[in-house]
């Protein structure tokens, strides 16, 4: 197991999650239900599977939940091009 709050990858993780919701903020109200809760959720996603694998039992279980982290990771990326090709 590992301690997941020495994580620089966790560290970094929490700090992109302030900052998405900083920048998700100033998005216009009509994205509050949609482009914004969706960023949110995967900003979020990215430090919460890094966390719990770190809380599991074996190296095999948290490098599964990192590979997830990964796809949230990518999933934000898309979701701030789109946010970008918009403004």
């Not at 969706?38 to 599964?64: L, P, W, Y």
Request: proline share 1%; glycine share 4%.
């Amino acid at each position: 197991m590992h301690n997941y709050k020495e994580l620089l990858v966790w560290k970094k993780a929490i700090a992109l999650a302030t900052q998405i919701y900083q920048i998700s903020g100033d998005f216009p109200d009509t994205e509050k239900f949609g482009l914004v809760s969706q960023m949110r959720r995967s900003v979020i996603s990215i430090s919460s599977n890094i966390a719990e694998g770190a809380g599991r039992r074996t190296d095999k279980e948290f490098a599964h939940f990192l590979a997830i982290s990964h796809a949230s990771v990518c999933e934000l990326e898309s979701n701030c091009m789109y946010a970008k090709s918009c403004s």
